[in-house]
């Protein structure tokens, strides 16, 4: 039964990886030969820098969307986190950043246990939890941009400990190595696929439902405030809005990347597909001085294109 949901490998798989690959590399090729600049050094080092706090949210909300749920607050999380980097950073330096992280641990176990106890969508759940904080980050900030002054802060994301890879980017491989293990070697990452796929058979065969949501939810909370505080680090500043790209953007990096929306279907592997090309696809539009309204509408379509492509449709010969 198990190997029912183990959706997502083999041929399948492979033809998606293509596919992702495929318009990603197109994409890319269009960008370069209408804007030179955007295959420079300097720009793919900020398109590199840029994917590696999008990668970090977007592996812990792989695991929630596989369980066919949804998580809205990781913008919010990361953006409150990261103002509390910058005010916690002068008192308690390093120390800061596991502290925040284990705050965006704290949201995402409150949405869990309020999506699981009071059986109240995902959705609704985390869009509350999302209001809450954006108002909390204003309170927290007086309204203002902070900045991040502490050097060792600052090093987690500005610094090169290797002195080739951005301390950012090794970071956030890191982390999605350890998702990919966690998502394809552990009970854990399993469940999550089992949920997705069918709830009340994995309830039926002991899968314990609620701890498994409880346990997606707090990771997500917990990458989405680490999220917050790279991105602060990176910034070397907080605003209050800062990660409010994020709440799509991981929605879009994780769907692109070949996991089904309404779960079920999908690994954390391929999220890193989806990372590039979402993050690339901004910053060539950028780079080609398109018109804001312009751009939304291309990558729109764009993404729309790829997702049609990339995303298997669940049927029941799908389950056997």
């Known amino acids: 039964m198990l190997q029912a949901w183990q959706v997502g490998r083999g041929d399948g798989e492979l033809a998606r990886r293509i596919v992702t690959i495929s318009v990603f590399a197109v994409a890319c090729a269009a960008i370069g ?5 955007f295959l420079t050094v300097g720009n793919l080092r900020a398109i590199e820098l840029s994917s590696s706090v999008l990668l970090v949210a977007s592996v812990g909300a792989t695991f929630v969307i596989l369980m066919g749920s949804i998580d809205l607050s990781i913008g919010a999380i990361a953006s ?152 602060a680090a990176r910034l070397g500043s907080a605003t209050a809005t800062m990660g409010s790209f994020m709440t799509l953007d991981t929605i879009t990096a994780v769907v692109v990347g070949g996991t089904a929306i309404t779960g079920g279907f999908g690994n954390v592997r391929l999220t890193i597909l989806g990372v590039l090309f979402t993050t690339t696809l901004s910053n060539g539009l950028n780079t080609l001085a398109l018109a804001p309204h312009l751009q939304a509408i291309i990558q729109g379509v764009v993404i729309l294109f790829a997702v049609l492509l990339n995303t298997k449709r669940v049927s029941a010969e799908d389950v056997r």
């Not at 030969?33 to 600049?37: F, G, I």
């Open 80 to 231: 409150f986190c990261g103002m509390l980097v910058a005010r916690m950073a002068p008192d308690f330096g390093f120390w800061a950043i596991p502290i925040v992280c284990l705050v965006g641990l704290s949201c995402g176990v409150i949405n869990g246990l309020v999506y699981v106890y009071l059986r109240i969508p995902s959705i609704l759940v985390t869009l509350a939890t999302a209001t809450t904080l954006s108002g909390a980050v204003l309170f927290v900030s007086d309204g203002r941009s902070l900045t991040v002054t502490d050097a060792a802060v600052i090093d987690i994301a500005q610094g090169a400990w290797l002195n080739v890879i951005p301390n950012a980017v090794l970071i956030s491989l890191v982390i999605y190595m350890a998702a990919v293990v966690l998502g394809a070697r552990t009970r854990f990452g399993r469940m999550t696929l089992a949920l997705g796929s069918d709830e009340q058979t994995a309830a039926l065969v002991g899968v314990k439902v609620n701890t498994i949501k409880i346990q997606a939810f707090a990771l997500s909370g917990l990458l989405g405030g680490f999220a917050g505080a790279l991105l």
């Open 33 to 37: 030969l209408a804007a030179p600049s």
